[in-house]
């Protein structure tokens, strides 16, 4: 069974642009969380997916937005990149709510 | 954003000896806690789980407490071996409606052949 996997795997982008990143979750899985990884604030949750709707969401601004589509496939947007949004941007995926989650690689984004 | 602690403690062991990692949890109302481990360039990899209604679970060479009236957890890791050298986290997940998963800090684990 194929693993989590995440595009782009690295990207380089301006202050002031937008990003989109994407996700594929493990075959079956349904739930879909993202968090993001740097040295200073380890991992910190960003949203939780479940049936294409958001379920819970973490302490972040509104410039950090997600969705889910109907094969549970997902994508977060940052708009208006700031440099302190360069981290490692995880997804992780689970069978149901609540259980086991199984990370991707990260995408990992440096904001110049 | 939220997180558990910055400080990223390292724990340094010699092969074949046990391995003890501690993590404090911040929520009382979670009911799911689980250990990851994640290598350098990868995304963190599950090593085992348990839920509040439990305070003990085995694994193959891993053992998870729990202990809820301190908000306390810990891995151990028997036999320790080269591989197992990677950063293992904890983290709490409390349904909410949605699952919110926060992970603490993460330990460093040194494994000296």
């Not at chain 2, 360039?41 to 998870?64: A, C, E, L, W, Y």
């Not at chain 2, 080269?82 to 904890?90: H, I, N, Q, T, W």
Request: net charge positive; with cysteine; charged share 15%.
């Amino acid at each position: 069974k194929a693993g989590v996997t995440q595009t782009p795997r690295y990207l380089i982008k301006t202050r002031g642009q937008q990003v989109t990143l994407s996700c594929s979750p493990i075959s079956g899985h349904r739930s879909v969380s993202w968090y993001q990884q740097t040295p200073g604030q380890g991992l910190q949750f960003l949203f939780e997916y479940f049936s294409e709707t958001q379920r819970n969401k973490g302490n972040f601004p509104g410039r950090f937005s997600g969705r889910q589509f109907s094969n549970s496939r997902s994508e977060m947007n940052v708009s208006t990149l700031e440099l302190g949004d360069s981290a490692l941007y995880l997804c992780a995926s689970s069978r149901l709510q609540g259980t086991e989650q199984y990370f991707g690689p990260g995408t990992r984004l440096t904001v110049t | 954003g939220e997180s558990v602690g910055l400080h990223l403690p390292t724990l340094s062991v010699q092969e074949g000896d046990n391995s003890i990692i501690n993590c404090a949890y911040s929520n009382s109302a979670s009911d799911y806690f689980i250990w990851y481990k994640q290598e350098s360039g990868k995304g963190p990899q599950f090593i085992i789980d348990i839920r509040s209604n439990m305070d003990k679970r085995q694994g193959q060479r891993v053992t998870v407490l729990l202990n809820k009236t301190v908000k306390h957890l810990s891995l151990q890791i028997a036999a320790t071996q080269p591989g197992d050298s990677a950063v293992y986290f904890c983290a709490e997940t409390e349904n909410t409606g949605g699952f919110k998963t926060i992970f603490g800090a993460g330990t460093r684990l040194f494994v000296k052949a």
